[in-house]
């Protein structure tokens, strides 16, 4: 590992390609910039994505990584030095172009430059220190495992702005697919909020899991005679999964005028009948806003969301990955900075 005046991570120096301990000169602050110092960083499956470019938006080397918490090192001349030293977190996003039609409505998550927002950019988590700008580094709630709070500053968020957006009754019954990374915090947030939930998942074994979580159901997705009896069940289905849908008995098990979300990116097969006839709802999820990611953290300190987790050092990134590609991991994985401390000058 290299030291001194260097910024030390890890990159991927090709697509797809395993990475590698990377040095870089710190990024020099803008005015409304804050510098962290990382102590934990998230792998999430679209840190893969981005390794393997399959959006085509990444420029190598890359340094993957963007559920990050740590301590704010140093400031821009416009933001308070009374930040300096203090715990937060960061997630996907790290900048918005706050003149684009979006940001000026106040939906900085659908920034026009999204390609450029990503808290990866120019350098992710995945190393000793990042560079966002100063309102997309989030106080932490001070008793919040680091742990904890980098799953939630993805995952979690991506989570809780979907079913706050599209859950507006207490009484609605909600059917949560997948139990995985983001399924398995779903649930939790879903019967927080004080909704009837059920479990829905290829993987029969999981029954336990998802009722401990707080499910009140478990349907296994090969249950044929489970899913009829749900037929019109559902007010929401909520998809985590990525893959292995049958999209058939999902529409069958949502009501007339039910809804439909996805936040993550699964290839979707399904029937214009189905939508027309039952006045049905396909609603896609990115992110949220700042005010969201604010409100996501202190309803999951208040209401004590836990995520699933496995502790990793950064220093074996690369086995962590191939857990995560192997579909191995249970079911997030955060990687404790073990890279030497750098000081910035």
């Known amino acids: ?94 900048r918005a172009c706050m003149c684009c039609e979006w940001c000026l409505k106040g939906d900085v998550h659908l920034c026009m430059d999204v390609a450029e927002n990503g808290s990866w950019s120019p350098y992710g988590g995945f190393s000793s220190s990042i560079v966002v700008e100063d309102g997309f580094a989030y106080p932490l709630p001070e008793e919040m495992p680091p742990e904890d709070a980098a799953v939630l500053m993805c995952a979690g968020f991506t989570v809780f702005t979907a079913l706050s957006r599209n859950c507006i009754s207490p009484l609605l019954k909600i059917g949560i697919v997948g139990i995985g990374g983001l399924g398995h915090l779903a649930i939790q947030f879903a019967k927080a909020m004080g909704y009837e939930v059920t479990a829905i998942s290829s993987s029969p074994g999981k029954r336990e899991e998802a009722l401990t979580l707080g499910a009140d159901r478990f349907i296994a997705a090969s249950d044929k005679a489970a899913l009829n009896q749900a037929e019109f069940y559902f007010d929401l289905l909520y998809i985590t999964a990525h893959g292995g849908i049958a999209w058939g008995d999902m529409m069958r098990i949502l009501k007339k005028k039910g809804k439909l979300f996805l936040s993550g990116f699964p290839q979707v097969n399904v029937s214009s009948v189905d939508l027309v006839s039952h006045e049905l709802s396909i609603v896609g999820s990115f992110l949220g806003t700042q005010a969201e990611m604010r409100e996501m953290l202190n309803f999951s300190f208040t209401h004590n969301i836990e995520p699933i987790l496995e502790l990793m050092p950064m220093s074996q990134v690369n086995q962590a990955i191939e857990k995560l590609r192997e579909n191995k991991g249970r079911y997030r994985i955060v990687l404790v900075n073990d890279i030497l401390s750098t000081k910035v000058d």
């Open 1 to 94: 590992m290299m030291s001194g005046s260097k910024i030390t991570g890890y990159a991927a120096l090709k697509q797809g390609a395993m990475l590698t301990p990377f040095s870089y000169d710190p990024p020099r602050l803008k005015k409304n910039e804050v510098r962290i110092a990382i102590t934990h960083c998230g792998l999430c499956g679209s840190d893969i994505q981005g390794i393997d470019d399959i959006y085509k938006i990444v420029e190598y080397p890359f340094v993957p990584g963007h559920e990050v918490v740590g301590h704010i090192s140093e400031v821009g001349t416009e933001v308070s030095h009374s930040r300096i030293g203090e715990r937060v977190g960061v997630g996907w996003q790290g």
